[in-house]
Structures are given as C-alpha cells and as structure tokens.
C-alpha cells in the first residue's frame, strides 16, 4: 500500500494488544487538499 498507494498504515495491534489484530490505523496530517488527495490515492488502490 506505501509503494503503489503512498499511503501509510499500521497494525491496529500497535495501539490496542487486546483487539487491535482486527483493526488498521490510519493518520493523516497535511493540508486538506493533502488529506483529499490520500483517501483519493487509497480509495483508488483498494479498488483496483
């Protein structure tokens, strides 16, 4: 997802040991038109 997508994620795991294996965890920090342009770029790699 970081190579194709340039979008980063993390194992839920890292923040909640008990639940967290059913979770990613996402966080955007930039502009709004930064942020836009992220969810675009993931929503279009997870749609592939």
């Known amino acids: 997802m970081l190579q194709e997508a340039k979008v980063a994620a993390?194992?839920?795991?890292?923040?909640?040991?008990y639940r967290g294996h059913q979770f990613?965890?996402?966080?955007?920090?930039?502009?709004?038109?930064?942020?836009?342009?992220?969810?675009?770029?993931l929503r279009k790699w997870l749609n592939k």
Do not use: I, L
Not at 10 to 17: A, L, V
């Open 10 to 17: 993390t194992p839920g795991k890292d923040f909640d040991t």
């Open 24 to 41: 990613m965890r996402f966080s955007f920090a930039g502009s709004y038109e930064e942020m836009s342009e992220g969810v675009d770029r």
